[in-house]
């Protein structure tokens, strides 16, 4: 049995969590089983897909990119995955980074701490209270 139908058979289990700025979907045809991979990027906040070098129509989903790109933009990835697999390809797996939430190295918190601390210091006649106040409750937020 090819891969193909295995997929179609039984799909791969795909979750997304958090809001990833880059996804790698891998792909396999129904034509002798070629794998083709799709990044989707997030840009200005919207998800785009590039299928590069095959042009998208060559994959005969039954809906648009765009289409697929707002379901995206929407965070409805079960409907994003049956939305793919409607044409000649089934998704074989995916993968993604999210670095929206990335924790600070205790090197970068010090860092930041005391260049925070040096200008709170440094420009203390200079900046306005509002200002002293924020910059003081970051200083306590990263230490």
Known sequence: MSLYHKLRL??????????PREIKIDVVSVMCDNKYRWSVKKIDGDYKISTHPQS???FGTKYKRDDIEWEMDEGN???VWEMINSGTIQIEKIKYR????KELTNYEKDFLVDILTEDLEDNDECISELHKETLSSIITKIK
């Open 10 to 19: 039984d799909p791969p289990v795909l979750k997304v969590e958090g809001n």
């Open 98 to 101: 999210d670095n929206q939430n």
């Open 56 to 58: 998208f129509s060559n």
């Open 77 to 79: 990835w079960e409907e």
